[in-house]
């Protein structure tokens, strides 16, 4: 992380901030992360407004004590002090109680958007864990108004206007610089989930385990990688490291867009394990809690469509990483077993690898491997 963009200012100058309190909301190239204040005193001055994007080392805020000289800030515009009355520093130490619960009950992002549409939140029947109102709870309310309120572009006399900034930014360097650099192929193959879909149900029943089709694949995957090393392999400046661990990125979409939390050493967790995992981190991607370190050091993605009702796709792969697989709908599809016509369910597999490194039989090998454990779901358990 080079560079952050700030969101929103949690307190205003004049205000009191205690050490360790949430005090603003910044964007990077993965995600939105609260900062807390690393000291206590007043919110003397801010330095860099919302929307800004700045250096990580450039200064963006004073914390001090009322009266103190403020010091000089190179690069930054002068303005007198906001003073905090001492009786506003006595009340704050003690804060109200609902004020407090009011943070804890509500997401990040989930706050903003209710501020920006004066939503109650109290009104709000948080759908997160412990009641957590998230993001699609005040989306449920505003979307009508935001829908509308949506044309944030630019509009000229040749058509329309987007800046890119922040992830989407991020993203779209990303992917010019994994065109640009990977001899990218994809190569395709289907897999019989059928037994899987049982395993899956059973589980579900059973253990009260909320296992998906992406935990199997990537529990798969993960035995597969194994076995097959240079599919788990990223380049490290000029060179291709082959680590011991590995670590799969799940693709998760949100309304910033693209964003792929990292399941890390998946090679030593059950199925069940890769199914509570992932549902954490893609709980906190929709919660907008996602730290940066969870965002970072995948070896390997699965990026799965097929809620979105599509077959084999070309999934592009997340540079430094050298392969990445796609997984699209399940479809009950007419196959010969054993002599005879059966119904089964049907999953498309897309691998791209770079070609560059990996040639086409060890991907097609690793490909083939993953389609016989998804097959043979008792082996993943």
């Known amino acids: 992380m080079t560079e952050g963009k700030i969101v929103q200012w949690l307190k205003k100058e004049g205000e009191e901030v205690k050490s360790g309190e949430p005090l603003l909301i910044i964007e990077t190239e993965k995600t939105e992360i609260e900062i807390e204040a690393e000291v206590s005193g007043v919110l003397r001055r801010i330095l860099t ?91 449920k309310l505003v979307e009508p108004a935001r829908v509308a309120a949506k044309p944030k572009v630019e509009q000229t006399a040749l058509g329309s206007k987007i800046a890119l900034t922040g992830r989407r930014k991020a993203i779209a360097d990303r992917m010019a610089a994994s065109s640009r650099s990977a001899a990218a192929v994809t190569i395709t193959m289907e897999a019989d989930v059928s037994d899987a879909t049982e395993l899956l149900r059973k589980l579900r029943e059973e253990e009260r385990v909320d296992t998906s089709y992406t935990d199997l694949v990537a529990r798969a995957a993960a035995k597969a990688l194994q076995e097959h090393p240079m599919l788990n392999s990223v380049w490290q400046g000029d060179q291709v490291l082959i680590p011991r661990e590995i670590n799969l990125g799940i693709a998760v979409a949100d309304e910033n867009g693209l964003i792929v939390p990292v399941i890390k050493n998946a090679e030593t967790k059950s199925l069940q394990e890769i199914a509570h995992a992932r549902t954490e981190i893609v709980r906190r991607v929709r919660e907008g809690r996602l730290s940066p370190e969870e965002a970072v050091g995948s070896t390997f993605t699965v990026s799965n469509l097929g809620m979105y009702g599509v077959g084999f796709f070309t999934p592009i792969i997340n540079f430094p990483e050298n392969a990445i697989l796609g997984v699209g709908q399940i479809m009950r599809k007419p196959v010969a077993v054993n002599g005879q016509v059966s119904i089964r369910s049907i999953m498309p597999l897309s691998l791209s690898f770079d070609h560059r490194i990996i040639d086409g039989a060890p991907a097609a090998m690793f490909l083939r491997r993953l389609k016989e454990l998804v097959e043979n779901p008792a082996q993943l358990l």
């Open 49 to 139: 407004p919302e929307g800004a994007s700045v250096p990580v080392t450039q200064p963006i805020a004073i914390i001090g004590l009322p009266g103190e000289a403020l010091p000089e800030v190179k690069g930054t515009a002068r303005a007198p002090p906001v003073e905090a009355p001492i009786e506003a520093i006595v009340v704050a130490e003690k804060p109200n109680a609902g004020q407090v619960a009011e943070r804890a009950r509500i997401s990040p992002r989930a706050k903003r958007l209710a501020e920006k549409y004066k939503v109650d939140v109290k009104r709000l029947q948080g759908t997160g864990p412990d009641g957590l109102v998230v993001l699609e709870d005040v989306m």
